[in-house]
């Protein structure tokens, strides 16, 4: 039986041997913003229940949210959302078949990156 353990085989591909895809990205930085919608979540239900709890409890919370590295924190969240937003689309749109070459793949997802900034913007204007 030969020895497995000396093999010549190479390695599984890893992230240095790839060139960086859009489609690669947007699947990393889409699960990076799911988990970051829990940490905002988290803030605003913290908010909430200081609200509930005491008038010095909500000023602590109010203060931390309304500083600036909150008001970062929130506009970071609320790209987020939107970018989380727009990739579901962007899957509900595949779950169809369609949309899955590589041009129009690439597309959506450049879509997804620049439309979740400009609905951003859009947000912190309109509200």
Known sequence: M????????PLSPHLSVYRPQISMVSSILTRITG??????GLL???WFL?????????ALADGALTSWLGDL?????????????LTGLRH??????RGLDLPTAKML????????????ALTVVLV
Do not use: K
């Open 2 to 9: 030969p020895d497995v353990s000396q093999s010549n085989r």
């Open 73 to 85: 924190v929130m506009l970071g969240s609320l790209w987020a959302l939107w970018y989380h937003f």
């Open 50 to 58: 200081a609200a509930a709890t005491s008038p010095e409890a909500f």
């Open 44 to 46: 605003v239900i913290w």
């Open 109 to 120: 997802g450049w879509v997804a990156v620049f439309g979740s900034f400009i609905l951003t």
């Open 35 to 40: 988990i970051s919608l829990l940490v905002g």
């Open 92 to 97: 509900l749109y595949w779950d169809t078949g």
